[in-house]
């Protein structure tokens, strides 16, 4: 389903004429369903870790770089976000606060595994990685449209022939309880039909719960204390 398909179902709802284009029409109506559906689509693409934007992101150390640019498609970081090394069996320490960050920096700490942060549109990892030596970690994609062809993504939309990666009814449901909301129409009854299909789709999106047979030896967050062998 193309945007235009979205919005030509849409203005039925909204008390709009029928429309024949929307890029890169001059009607104000349809100029202004257009920024609705593109800040709907927004919230949509921000309110969950959607699995259909979930990516891997790889830096491969060269034993001195301790900066590195964030993926040119990336949003945000997953929750719980964890950063992984293929030279150890344990995550590399993330710490939250640029503070601390900082005053680890000046103060020259000697970390026992690589520590990472991001800010500045940067990722950073100190120590610097070992020369070949590849970090990984899952990160949420932007791009959130396609063309027509199936293979260019877009973080906005800008033809009419464009789709919407996630799921179409909802961008079509959050569209007519946004754009009531915007004229100070009554919307109560759009906004919990857009609440329930996005929660329905949210549980689908997570999948399956694991199932474990026999006994839980450890909790679900012990990490090894030490990733390397200890010799007496």
Known sequence: MTVLSIAQRVTPKIGLEYPDELYPSVIREFEELRDVMEDMATRITEGHEWQLLSKVGTITGDGSTTAWDLPSDYDRMVQDSQVWSDSLE????????????????????????????????????????????????????????VEDDGTTFKTVSDVDSDSFRLDEGLLKLGTIWRWKSYKGQTYAEELEDYEEKKERLVVRDKGARSLRLGRIRLPNDVQIAYPQTITP
């Open 90 to 145: 344990t995550p590399l320490t993330h710490l939250t606060s640029l503070n601390e960050w900082l005053g680890l920096d000046i103060q020259s700490f000697d970390f026992v595994i690589n520590a990472w942060t991001i800010y500045g549109g940067q990722m950073y990892i100190t120590p610097a990685l070992a020369n070949g030596v590849t970090a990984q970690f899952f990160y949420q994609s932007n791009l959130t449209f």
